[in-house]
């Protein structure tokens, strides 16, 4: 024990703290082993193996160390400060983003990476973290456990593909291929084929009538045509009697496209209303999932898309259509692409989807006319006869609160708004006493311009609600089921035009810095609880019988 060796010293490059933890854990080890009883030894000679064995480095930095007598000879208190100097608390926050910030590394084992690193996020495999996403309650040791055996299988099934090569029978150099004739693409069927075997020779277009070329060669077709859709039912007399419906639809089209909702046997599905279109379509997906029990019966039919080429079907069959109360039996085409259902021309008549006109009425606009015949109605703000006053709670005593302060920028705001509002008959000056005074409240608007208000808390504090009941929704879509007919009425500043009794008038008296005003009229913010059951009442009123 007297010949071990020393540990080696402490050095302050790279990561010092590692080296710090290391160390001591070293020199604990050497303490431990070269004495015969470790407590024995005093703190003087721990402290001076300590600095003996760390270096001469060590002994400059233990010489700054602010001391007492009592902690220098500590050997606790020395470790204590070692400690400080060469591991700092971290900061907590930026450790946890380089946390989590961890990635396994190429080539990196999962051992070395399971040491400082987020299993879940910083993974590599990205079939091992859908392993890891799947289990319900994952601990530590299971993904621990999962990923080594992951880890394990790779680098068996990868000894086993070094000893077992798979046997390559030819490999071929990929050679340019030099254009030929045969390869050209044809400017009237666009498609490549062989000379003199073009599969448009003899075959009429579809959009200019004339022969020996498709529609999507035509020379005739108009450049904007090419975000339009139709779908036209063409036939051609041959040998096989058979016919062709085109079916063809373009993306570059910016309206949305029409979708509407309809019962097929007993099952909703959304369907594509298509006027241009000649036939249904239905994929086969959605076929199945309508639980229908007929079967697809073979057609002849040949559906094309709008640039001659074929749309491949399994057959047609015959559904029932339901539609806001309409039954419709309709012929649809099952297609096996994943196609949006579409409802062609003759099932959207029939359903109700869309009605011929065949020519337009003409509606004169009367707006003028009857601005022209009632002046009145449409200029400055409306009065109802009858004014209104509010009822106060039994024991209401009335309070008169003080005026509230305006900063000097909105002074002359102020004072331009309320000289408006009392030539426009709004509000007028108070000049006698009043047993109720309100403060003033003053709300910006978004165009700069000031609104006047009153603070009416204390008011509706003492107010009798009008026990008025609202009308709601369901009532009004009952009473709108068979109209057919519908004219809106907006009331220009509706409150303003309810009149107040002049007793209730004196009781909306508000203070401002250039005097009292009180209000002639209805205010919404001041009648919180009444206001819009008092109004309802009134417009409910004068629409009665109409």
Known sequence: ????????????????????????????????????????????????????????????????????????????????????????????????????????????????????????????????????????????????????????????????????????????????????????????????????????????????????????????????????????????????????????????????????????????????????SQVNLLPLSLFRSANSRQHLIPSPAVLQSYNGSAIGHLGKARLTLKFQGKVVSAEFFVVKKNRRALLGLPTCEELGLVNRVHEIATITNTQSQVQREFPALFEGIGKIQRPYSISFKEGTVPVVQPTRRVPQALMEPLKQELNRMEQAGIITRMKEPSDWVSPLVLVKKKNGSLRVCMDPRRINECLRREHFEMPRREDIQAELASATVFSKLDARAGFHQIPLTDETSRVCTFGTPFGRYRFLSMRWRAFLFVGASIFTMFSGRLGSGL
Request: hydrophobic residues 35%; proline residues 4%.
């Open 1 to 276: 024990m007297e010949m071990l060796k020393p540990p080696e010293g402490l050095s302050f490059s790279g990561n010092v703290a590692d080296n710090w933890k290391r160390f001591l854990q070293r020199v604990e080890l050497f303490l431990e082993a070269t004495g015969s009883d470790p407590e024995v030894r005093t703190d003087r000679q721990k402290i001076a193996i300590l600095l003996h064995v760390a270096g001469p480095e060590a002994v400059d930095v233990f010489n700054t160390f602010t001391l007492t007598e009592e902690q220098r000879a500590s050997f606790e208190a020395v470790v204590h400060k070692f400690q400080d100097y060469c591991a700092p608390k971290a900061n907590e926050t930026f450790e946890r983003h380089v946390f989590r910030k961890t990635i396994q590394m190429k080539g990196q084992s999962f051992e070395n990476f399971l040491r400082d690193a987020e299993i879940v996020d910083g993974v590599r495999d990205h079939k091992m973290r859908e392993r890891l996403l799947r289990e319900d309650d994952l601990t530590l040791e299971k993904a621990t456990r999962i990923c080594k055996a992951a880890e394990n299988s790779s680098q068996q099934a990868r000894m086993w593909m070094d000893q077992h090569p798979t046997p390559v029978e030819q490999v071929d150099a990929m050679q340019k291929r030099e254009k030929s004739a045969s390869r050209l693409r044809c400017r009237k069927c666009n498609r490549f084929h062989a000379p003199r075997r073009c599969p448009a020779f003899g075959k009429k277009c579809n959009l200019c009538g004339k022969k020996h070329h498709l529609a999507t060669c035509c020379d005739a077709k108009p450049q904007d045509e090419q975000s339009s859709r139709r779908v036209e039912e063409v036939e051609i007399p041959s040998e096989d009697n058979f016919e062709i419906l085109q079916v063809g639809e373009s993306r570059k089209v910016a309206e949305k496209d029409w979708l509407t909702k309809v019962m097929i046997e007993k099952v909703p599905l959304q369907f594509k209303v298509d006027t241009g």
